[in-house]
């Protein structure tokens, strides 16, 4: 191969291809007719389905405000933090229905969804709520009980007589 050859060989190389290209395009809004953006949440045993829309901040989860639905402040917090990370606080109205789990699995189900419709209302808060964890989905559930076992890895007590 003959030197000119190779060197316009790597210019070539160097060149983006159409799929770099296709990915450095501006992500468009997934925006329903209401405008509303809209996204699965889960945790645990928990499914949250997530409407945001723009408004004053209010939280409404199966037909009751936060407050009264989850009680503890704790899990009014973590509900609130995609929109602590993004600097959002009180410009989004989320409307959720939840089903299954507990209150805290609920919660996080919750929170989970708001980060996904966060970034399909605006692409572009993406990679903060990716750094701060929002968007993975916390695959931890409740370890099975086994046979010949009290719990899922509590023996029976041993006696020797």
């Known amino acids: 191969m003959a030197q ?3 060197m316009e060989a790597l210019e070539a190389l160097r060149k983006p291809g159409p799929a ?3 990915a450095a395009e501006p992500v468009e809004p997934k925006i329903d007719p209401q405008g ?3 996204a699965t949440g889960k945790r645990k045993n928990a499914i949250a389905r997530v409407w945001i829309k723009p408004g004053n901040g209010k939280v ?17 917090m973590i509900i609130g933090q995609p929109f602590l990370m993004v600097d959002r606080l009180g410009q989004y109205d989320v409307v959720a229905t939840v089903t299954g789990g507990g209150l805290s699995g609920q919660a996080g189900a919750v929170r989970h969804g708001i980060s996904k419709a966060l970034t399909f209302f605006e692409p572009g808060l993406r990679p903060t709520l990716k750094s701060g964890g929002f968007l993975t989905r916390d695959s931890r559930v409740v ?3 086994k046979y010949g076992r009290r719990k899922a890895r509590r023996s029976f ?5």
């Open 36 to 38: 509303r953006a809209y």
């Open 20 to 22: 770099a290209e296709a």
């Open 157 to 161: 007590q041993f006696s020797k007589r």
């Open 60 to 76: 409404t989860v199966n037909g009751r405000e936060s407050e009264v639905y989850f009680a503890r402040p704790v899990l009014r």
């Open 4 to 6: 000119g050859q190779g």
């Open 143 to 145: 370890e099975r009980k």
